[in-house]
């Protein structure tokens, strides 16, 4: 099916550890995105890409890595997962449209 | 640099209650505007954009024009429904980076 899929869609895992969240989508867009969503903050950007092999930090991108070496895919990875990195990570992408889609949402919750 | 101010939430009403979502924006070039959609367990979803000023975005009987000299995007809805009951957030494409910049989110309840 055409559109974006993050996996999973549920995470838990233990302070310290190394975790990855996937995102593909199924178009060629260009631009692609992670944001963080919490309670009175709403989506904080992390870290975005203009093109496979570009990538650039967000308003929030500490403690986070990105690579993007196919365009389709944008993983995000915390290299060493703190509790105040429990939240709801979305993957959108930029259509040429000036429109952006959303993927459903990873829920990390640190322990 | 850019960023959006919503109203903060919730925001409670009854059902065929008129809807008014404040935000309002700062940007140094000339951003598009949107309305997004969060409804329970959800991801986001595109409700409504303006892409210049004095444009009015439309869906599902919802509003909201680009007022570039107030500054301002807000959302509104004549006649509420329950299945509206979701968070709205107001947000912006940044002109020279595609960023898209987010406000806090309001959460709307409509009641019966």
């Known amino acids: 099916d055409a559109g974006i899929t993050q996996s999973p869609r549920y995470k838990i895992t233990e302070t310290g550890r190394q975790v990855t969240l996937m995102c593909h989508q199924t178009?060629?867009?260009?631009?692609m995105f992670w944001y963080r969503q919490d309670l009175g903050h709403g989506l904080r950007l992390i870290y975005y890409?203009?093109?496979?092999?570009?990538?650039d930090k967000g308003e929030v991108p500490d403690g986070y890595v990105v690579s993007r070496s196919k365009t389709e895919n944008f993983p995000l990875t915390l290299e060493s997962a703190t509790r105040s990195q429990t939240s709801v990570y979305f993957c959108?992408?930029?259509?040429?449209?000036?429109?952006?889609?959303f993927g459903s949402g990873t829920r990390l919750t640190v322990v | 640099g850019d960023s959006v101010t919503q109203m903060e939430g919730p925001v409670t009403l009854s059902e065929e209650a008129f809807l008014t979502i404040n935000c309002t924006y700062t940007?140094?070039?000339?951003?598009?505007l949107f309305w997004y959609v969060q409804y329970p367990g959800e991801g986001l979803q595109l409700l409504l954009k303006?892409?210049?000023?004095?444009d009015k975005g439309s869906n599902k009987g919802f509003e909201a024009t680009y007022r570039k000299e107030t500054t301002s995007f807000h959302l509104e809805k004549g006649s509420v429904q329950v299945s509206d009951s979701a968070v709205y957030f107001c947000?912006?494409?940044?002109?020279?980076?595609?960023?898209?910049?987010f406000g806090t989110g309001t959460r709307l309840q409509v009641f019966p």
């Open positions: 959108a992408s930029k259509q040429s449209s000036n429109g952006y889609t």
């Open positions: 178009w060629s867009h260009s631009y």
């Open positions: 890409s203009a093109a496979a092999d570009i990538t």
């Open positions: 940007a140094t070039g000339y951003p598009s």
């Open positions: 303006a892409t210049k000023a004095d």
């Open positions: 947000a912006l494409s940044d002109e020279g980076t595609d960023k898209l910049i």
